[in-house]
């Protein structure tokens, strides 16, 4: 705390009468560390003297309390204005778009949170208890046939508009809290493929020159599909062999580095070695690059197709099982999980688990010896 002495009015000089010393200018004196303060705050315009005087000394204690609490001169914190469930949700919204969140997410966040605003809208958002918005996430499993999964989706996007209320000071708890996930089965979408399978898909992906460097660029590198279409030729970096994923076209919204190891390098130098910078990656069937990117949705219908094409649609394959079959070889041939995460740029180990769900399909102990007793 800085060091002060005790404000005191300074009435200016001595008049006769006091309809004369309220005619002059008044000050409320005192130094705060090296500082020489001298504060008026407009009373000077008071000519009554005792209207004049009881508004210094309000002025005065006011200065003397401050300086005592430490917050003289400090900013004043708003006040905080508690809003309705509707007006915040809006808010919530509004501060995803402004953060940059996928238009995906926002449609997604949208969708659900539509249900609370239709129910609880009208009441304040610190009025809102753990059992209002369990019985609300109820009734809308009964009514809406929710699976678990999606039950489970839309309580973490209850939870989150509920946290974005505690940083905005309107509540302390989060009512959402207290409400338990539903059990969810293992996925079957997404599936790493068995090596046979994979062997047959790549035999007709191999057919199409644009879904086979596609296919080929995801299971050495493990970029995801949208990021895929969104990186340009310059973003390439032939004597560090990396690539370079830029934050505003990365899933996770942070620039991210992916190692090109021997095998991609040839074939990324045979389609862009000397394509132009600004040229995107995947624009057409035959050169591959050019200044319009395609929509990720080509490279995966074409991809369905052939599994479809093939009699696997029932396995669980998905264009993202190219991902999960990348990651399992990885690890059967040695890397660890940390290395896994890294070439992945995932932000948990347990995001890398995820992708090896299916490693133990590949693990074959019949040949182990148990330990004898």
């Known amino acids: 705390m800085a060091n002060y002495t005790i404000p005191k009015i300074n009435f200016g000089k001595n008049c006769r009468t006091k309809a004369e010393q309220a005619k002059t200018k008044w000050v409320i004196e005192f130094t705060i560390g090296d500082q020489r303060k001298r504060v008026s705050n407009g009373l000077n315009r008071l000519l009554n003297y005792d209207k004049k005087l009881s508004e210094f000394n309000k002025l005065r204690d006011s200065i003397e309390n401050e300086l005592k609490e430490g917050t003289y001169n400090l900013p004043k914190a708003k006040p905080v204005i508690i809003p309705t469930v509707k007006t915040a949700v809006k808010e919530f919204i509004q501060w995803h778009k402004n953060k940059g969140s996928r238009l995906k997410t926002v449609q997604s966040y949208e969708s659900k949170l539509k249900y609370i605003s239709d129910e609880l809208g009208n009441t304040n958002i610190n009025s809102i208890y753990h059992k209002d918005i369990n019985d609300l996430m109820m009734s809308l499993q009964n009514d809406l046939k929710w699976s678990n999964k999606t039950y489970n989706n839309a309580k973490g996007i209850y939870s989150g508009l509920f946290a ?11 009512p959402v809290s207290r409400i338990k996930s539903k059990y969810v089965s293992k996925s079957e979408r997404n599936k790493a493929f068995s090596k046979d ?18 296919v080929r660029s995801i299971y050495y590198t493990c970029i995801r599909p949208r990021e895929l279409c969104s990186l340009q030729v310059k973003h390439i970096n032939w004597n560090k062999r990396t690539i370079y994923i830029p934050a505003d076209i990365s899933k996770n919204k942070k620039d991210g580095y992916v190692h090109i190891d ?41 991809f369905i197709r052939i599994i479809d094409k093939l009699g696997l649609s029932k396995k669980g394959y998905t264009l993202y099982s190219v991902k999960h079959y990348s990651n399992v070889q990885k690890f059967l041939n040695g890397w660890t999980v940390a290395e896994i995460m890294k070439a992945n740029r ?11 769900r299916d490693l133990l399909e590949y693990v074959d102990i019949t040949k182990k010896v148990v330990p004898a007793l």
Not at 198 to 206: A, G, H, Q, W
Not at 279 to 287: E, G, Q, T
Request: with cysteine; glycine share 2%.
């Open 164 to 174: 974005f209320a505690i940083d905005s000071r309107y509540i302390d708890t989060n």
């Open 262 to 302: 021997d095998n991609f390098y040839k074939l990324l130098k045979q389609y862009y070695f000397n394509a132009p910078a600004d040229s995107y990656l995947f624009c057409n069937d035959v050169v591959l690059w050019g200044t319009l990117s395609y929509h990720p949705n080509r490279p995966y219908k074409r």
């Open 346 to 356: 995932h932000a948990s180990i347990e995001e890398t688990e995820n992708y090896l």
């Open 197 to 214: 399978d994979f062997n047959k898909i790549m035999t007709e992906v191999d057919k199409d020159v644009m879904l086979s460097m596609f």
